[in-house]
């Protein structure tokens, strides 16, 4: 069964008070540990698929199901579950708290869900990413490759068999993009993690398994590498 799958979705937005379409019968599955690259000029749909498909969002028509579980025919409870258990989500601009130490940062998800044993499982996290010697600054202390990394260990603490990302080298230089996709690379290859990753870059692309184009909030060709 796909880690995410998604069926005939449509997702419809109201926008200065007129319709506006941003996903048009969308039907996509990733498997566990698979890497899924969405491209697309902007606007074509890519973060609003993301939304939906880490239940952030809900399609206006069709189905969106994680591990098996419809995300629109399930209790908030329910739901809450499956953002804190299934899935884990990195953005472009990082969204660490500045107030909180790095280590801090990556335990927060588990001490919001009430799980024991936060603090040990954000310091073995920030280790896989070789951050471990930085759990005591503070983000404005880091390069954007560190709070990139940071942000990619907060998003892997409580072991989601599908990590969501956003742009996650939109802000970095080329160098430093590149150290960010080996850790993601090494992710699938470690933990069966699927990735779909929303991006611009080419190079970024042409790592995944298959490759997603969007036009106009649907799919216009899928790549199979």
Not at 4 to 28: C, E, F, I, M, N
Not at 54 to 83: H, Q, Y
Not at 89 to 104: R, S, Y
Not at 189 to 202: D, E, G, I, V, W
């Amino acid at each position: 069964m796909p880690i995410l799958s998604l069926r005939s979705v449509t997702k419809d937005y109201v926008s200065d008070g007129q319709p506006v379409r941003a996903l048009d019968g969308v039907t996509l599955d990733v498997e566990r540990g698979q890497f899924v690259a969405l491209v697309g000029r902007s606007g074509c749909g890519k973060s609003t698929l993301l939304n939906v498909s880490g239940a952030m969002d809900f399609p206006t028509v069709g189905e969106v199901r994680v591990d098996g579980v419809s995300t629109s025919k399930v209790k908030d409870s329910a739901l809450t579950s499956i953002r804190r258990e299934k899935v884990g989500f990195v953005f472009q601009a990082f969204q660490l708290l500045h107030t909180l130490t790095v280590v801090e940062n990556v335990e927060l998800p588990l001490l919001l869900a009430g799980k024991p044993g936060a603090r040990a499982a954000a310091i073995e996290r920030l280790s896989w990413v070789e951050l471990g010697n930085l759990a005591d600054r503070l983000p404005h202390q880091l390069s954007g490759g560190q709070m990139q990394r940071v942000a990619i260990a907060r998003a892997l603490v409580h072991s989601p068999s599908i990590l969501l990302a956003d742009e996650p080298t939109g802000n970095l230089d080329t160098t430093t993009g590149n150290v960010i996709l080996a850790l993601l690379q090494r992710l699938m290859r470690q933990q069966n993690t699927a990735l779909l990753m929303a991006t611009h870059s080419t190079e970024a692309a042409a790592l995944a398994d298959v490759i997603v184009r969007l036009r106009d909030g649907k799919i216009e060709e899928i790549v199979r590498r």
